[in-house]
């Protein structure tokens, strides 16, 4: 099994461009999960889909975050216009839910990096 | 607001000692506690689950404990190897599709 996979491993880009991420999950697995991680924060969830279909984006941080996942293989995140406070290692994460506790398998992430 | 803290500071340890690593929590009834494991440059990597209603939880080397009256979960490596050096992450889970709450890791090195 190919695993969690994201592309790209690493982003460099410019304030106010759009920076688009992508997200192939494992396959078989009906849970996805976007996170961004920094040494100040942590690794905070951003949003989650079950079944294609976003269920809790509360931790989006505002309107020029978005995510979509047009089908069980693949999910994007997009950041339009990008900020340099967006900098960050963003990780995607997939699961099997069953009726119990979700194991999240998680990809290699992609360093972004706004300046 | 929930609140989940790891120890903080990096924990140091002798090559072959047993590692402890504490998770506490606050306003927080998880059903379940996960640990992760994460190298740099990579993702979290999960390790263990353990239930509420479970005391402990061994794997190999590594075993959790989950106490919710103290909410508290420790994390024990024996015979700890450079190999384990790494940050650990512990999770809180209320199950059935809640999502996980993180804890900011802590960082371990075993030196040899």
């Known amino acids: 099994d190919a695993g969690v996979i994201q592309s790209p491993r690493h982003e460099v880009t410019e304030m106010g461009q759009e920076v688009t991420l992508r997200c192939k999950p494992i396959?078989?697995?009906?849970?996805l999960f976007w996170y961004r991680q920094t040494m100040m924060r942590g690794l905070e969830l951003l949003i989650y889909f079950n079944n294609n279909v976003p269920i809790d984006d509360s931790g989006m941080p505002e309107d020029r975050f978005s995510a979509k996942m047009p089908n069980a293989s693949f999910s994007t995140l997009k950041i339009q216009p990008s900020e340099p406070r967006d900098s960050a290692v963003y990780f995607c994460?997939?699961?099997?839910?069953?009726?119990?506790?979700?194991?999240?398998?998680f990809g290699p992430g992609t360093r972004l990096t706004v300046l | 607001s929930q609140k989940i803290e790891q120890n903080s500071e990096a924990l140091n340890i002798q090559e072959g000692k047993t590692a402890t690593l504490t998770c506490n929590y606050t306003n927080y009834s998880p059903a379940y506690l996960q640990w992760y494991r994460q190298d740099p440059g990579r993702g979290p990597v999960f390790l263990l689950l353990?239930?509420?209603?479970?005391k402990e939880k061994r794997k190999e080397r590594l075993k959790v404990t989950f106490d919710t009256t103290l909410k508290q979960s420790l994390f024990h490596i024996t015979a700890s190897q450079p190999a384990d050096s790494a940050t650990y992450l512990c999770a809180l889970d209320r199950g059935y599709g809640n999502k996980l709450v993180f804890g900011a890791g802590t960082i371990l090195r075993v030196k040899s």
């Open positions: 994460a997939s699961s099997l839910r069953l009726a119990e506790s979700d194991t999240q398998y």
């Open positions: 396959s078989g697995h009906n849970s």
């Open positions: 353990i239930r509420e209603n479970e």
